[in-house]
């Protein structure tokens, strides 16, 4: 109980605090959030989930978020390079098939992604998509999507041996 003349108890004082590691119901590593102080002192602090924002991590926080920014335009910059480049590429495998057109087995992300890699392009297999599982010869389509809604289209012609 406040004595009069006394200023009362502030409840709740909150704090500003750099997430260390991704907290639920908080935010993600490398976040500026806002907490009470008590969350903070008692859970954040100990567990070392968030450190204080004091002025200086503030500003080292700001550099590494725009030094973080300048290699993402970086590397996005280098996925559409490589995406213009594949872009209506036809890749072509020669397997052995049926009389019905049923090929052995069949053509796989993994096998798109080696004959890319032998083309000079390096692609990730989880990044190649295909429309249907290749498993009869013909042309098929496939899409190469890095992300940021980057993609590009490419062919697979798949013919008898």
Do not use: C, Y
Not at 28 to 52: D, H, M, Q, Y
């Amino acid at each position: 109980m406040a004595v009069a003349g006394e200023k009362p108890k502030t409840w709740g004082k909150r704090m500003k605090v750099i997430l260390q590691k991704d907290v639920k119901d908080v935010g993600k590593v490398g976040e500026l959030v806002n907490v009470s102080e008590g969350f903070a002192r008692n859970f954040l602090f100990p567990r070392k989930l968030a450190a204080e924002a004091t002025e200086k991590r503030v500003k080292e926080w700001e550099h590494l978020k725009r030094v973080a920014e300048a290699k993402k335009k970086k590397v996005v910059a280098e996925r559409q390079d490589l995406l213009k480049k594949i872009s209506g590429s036809v890749i072509k495998f020669k397997m052995a098939a049926a009389e019905s057109d049923k090929i052995f087995g069949s053509v796989t992300t993994i096998d798109v992604s080696k004959e890319l890699e032998k083309m000079g392009f390096s692609v990730d297999r989880r990044d190649i998509h295909f429309e249907e599982q290749i498993k009869v010869l013909g042309t098929h389509k496939a899409i190469v999507r890095m992300g940021e809604g980057l993609e590009a289209n490419i062919q697979i012609a798949v013919e008898r041996s």
